[in-house]
């Protein structure tokens, strides 16, 4: 019978590549949930400024008011804000400066295509770190009637109170 292989433990390098790896939340665009139905989503990459970057990594940005414009066959972002660089000087940044998306020319026509469609609009919804890089997840989206936006509320509301009900009751069941 073969002797079972132990897996080797990961070197301290490893644990660190790991974790620079990971992905780590800058801002989230919680309100596009809300008003928007999300039909596709890609994940695409940022073209910054030195100290765009440097103020993302303290963690300051805001993607509250930002969308997504395709133009001769490029994609930019507007409207997100990314704040000043507290150590930058004459080399600072525009906050809302447009930023163009680094996506494929593939991705790019098939949004364009989407996008033509009447009422869709492509919205950013999380920007992070993934391996010292910034990336941006952006999606198709449908914008929702109001009476949309309370049914979801009305039936998120509903999921909680039908969970706090389950608790309940196994908690009596456990007595």
Excluded: C
């Excluded at 990961?10 to 660190?16: K, L, S």
């Excluded at 098939?110 to 920007?127: C, F, H, N, S, W």
């Amino acid at each position: 019978m073969p002797k079972e292989w132990k897996k080797p433990k990961p070197t301290e390098g490893q644990r660190a590549k790991a974790a620079s790896d990971a992905k780590k939340t800058i801002a989230r665009n919680k309100k596009a949930r809300h008003d928007y139905t999300i039909e596709d989503t890609w994940e695409a990459g940022l073209a910054l400024m030195g100290t765009e970057v440097k103020a993302l990594r303290m963690g300051r940005a805001s993607l509250v008011d930002a969308w997504v414009e395709i133009n001769g066959g490029e994609a930019w972002l507007y409207g997100a804000n990314i704040p000043l660089y507290s150590q930058g000087s004459w080399t600072n940044h525009a906050p809302t400066r447009k930023r163009k998306l680094l996506l494929h020319r593939a991705e790019i026509n098939r949004m364009q295509d989407r996008v033509a469609a009447k009422g869709y609009t492509i919205v950013p919804l999380e920007l992070y770190f993934i391996g010292g890089r910034v990336k941006v997840e952006i999606a198709l989206a449908k914008g929702k009637q109001e009476w949309d936006k309370r049914q979801a509320l009305r039936e998120k509301q509903d999921q909680r109170e039908a969970e706090r009900a389950m608790r309940r009751y196994v908690k009596q069941a456990r007595r």
